[in-house]
């Protein structure tokens, strides 16, 4: 509640500023204790933002409780959700309703084994870093190793309990222009259940080692740019021991695990991959295993999958957290299109590996969080393993 006042007083104060512009500001008008003579100008700054804003909350307003109090209440941070004597708007008394039931049927623990953290902000940086990679025989007596140029963002994340809003933007593309990768993802995370999507777009270099085994020759390729990839997808699971195991803990920074637990999770995951490659950029003597009339090749395809898997936070001493996941999901393969209709198996075969890393001090935290997703395809005619690699470095305060 106190962060609440502030950012109302904050805006508030930003208003009045704007009115008052162009006036000179008086050199007596905030009291400066003793002290700030030795702060540098930043700090001073600050103390006079935090002196004005107390002046706003402490001023005085009209407390009657008719139908505005608790408007007049949230401006000067002394806004009570619960109280019974102030008339709220129907929506909102539905809304925070609506909330407590939600928290209570879906987001409740075991305190012995996760407490929540007592913050409801979060201001967060990130530094994503991500390759994928292909190996597999692409053609007939041949074999081929692919992996991209490494993709970093950095990002700037504000979270509100379960809502998040954040920015990033590839180091890459600042530095050569241009947008050769997107990547977007999205999670939500409670007790019960936990959802994630995203969507991935990577047309970077690929660094290629192909193999002629009717030859015997072996050749390296570095930043071949003939490949287009690009995948979406989403995946949404049920965690059973959800009273003692948070998910949320390792991936979200909301709570506090204090002893080790572990849970079996169950759900879905549906994918959509798309992949294509540029013939006439190959080597010769590859670009030779296809007929002069033939099609590129791609590879076009829906996953329809169930998931089941374990996840186990690992509690290490007071500040340390450590969790591993692991989710094998399988299922039915739809086939879009391909190269000379070759028929694909309709089994999907897929793993998913997650492990998070976090440290707590206060109200900081840091965190490192990685996952593999590994899928594979097999047709008459090809065959590969392929995955995506995603490590995040992350720093942030609670508030």
């Keep these: 509640m106190t962060t609440l006042r502030y950012i109302l007083a904050v805006v508030a104060w930003l208003a009045v500023s704007l009115a008052a512009s162009g006036q000179e500001m008086p050199a007596d008008t905030v009291a400066w204790p003793d002290s700030t003579v030795h702060l540098n100008k930043f700090q001073q700054f600050k103390e006079r933002i935090r002196v004005r804003i107390d002046e706003k909350l402490n001023e005085p307003y009209d407390t009657i409780r008719d139908s505005g109090y608790w408007w007049r209440a949230m401006k000067h941070g002394k806004v009570d959700v619960t109280g019974k004597t102030i008339q709220y708007p129907k929506f909102l008394r539905f809304a925070w309703r609506l909330y407590k039931w939600g928290d209570k049927a879906f987001n409740s623990y075991d305190s012995a084994y996760v407490v929540g953290t007592g913050k409801n902000w979060k201001l967060i940086l990130s530094s994503n870093n991500w390759v994928d990679t292909y190996d597999g025989e692409p053609f007939a007596n041949s074999r081929a190793w692919m992996r991209s140029n490494l993709t970093s963002n950095i990002g700037l994340q504000l979270s509100f309990m379960a809502v998040s809003v954040g920015f990033t933007v590839g180091l890459s593309d600042l530095i050569h222009g241009g947008t050769k990768s997107k990547k977007v993802d999205f999670s939500f995370t409670c ?82 991959r798309d992949m294509s490659l540029n013939v006439q950029e190959l080597p010769d003597f590859a670009r030779e295993q296809f007929a002069e009339d ?20 690992w509690v290490l001493g007071k500040k340390w957290l450590l969790n591993l996941t692991l989710a094998p999901y399988t299922g039915y393969r739809h086939m879009i299109a391909t190269q000379h209709e070759d028929r694909a198996s309709d089994w999907s075969m897929n793993l998913r590996a997650r492990m998070g890393v976090v440290y707590n001090h206060k109200q900081f935290f840091m965190g490192l969080q990685s996952y593999a997703d590994i899928h594979r395809f097999k047709s008459e005619e090809h065959n590969f393993l392929g995955s995506v690699i995603d490590c995040t470095w992350m720093a942030g305060i609670r508030f």
Aim: glycine fraction near 8%.
């Design 191 to 272: 007790a019960r259940f936990s959802a994630d999507a995203y969507y991935m777009e990577n047309d970077r270099p690929v660094t290629v080692i192909f193999k002629d085994n009717s030859s015997g020759t072996k050749m390296t390729f570095r930043n071949f740019g003939g490949f287009h990839r690009m995948s979406y997808g989403m995946s949404a699971y049920y965690i059973f021991n959800n009273r003692r195991y948070a998910q949320a803990a390792a991936y979200c920074f909301s709570k506090y695990q204090r002893r080790s637990a572990g849970s079996l999770i169950a759900g879905i995951r549906l994918l959509h």
């Design 294 to 313: 033939d099609e590129l090749p791609r590879f076009l395809y829906n996953d329809y999958c169930v998931m089941v898997g374990y996840g186990y936070n």
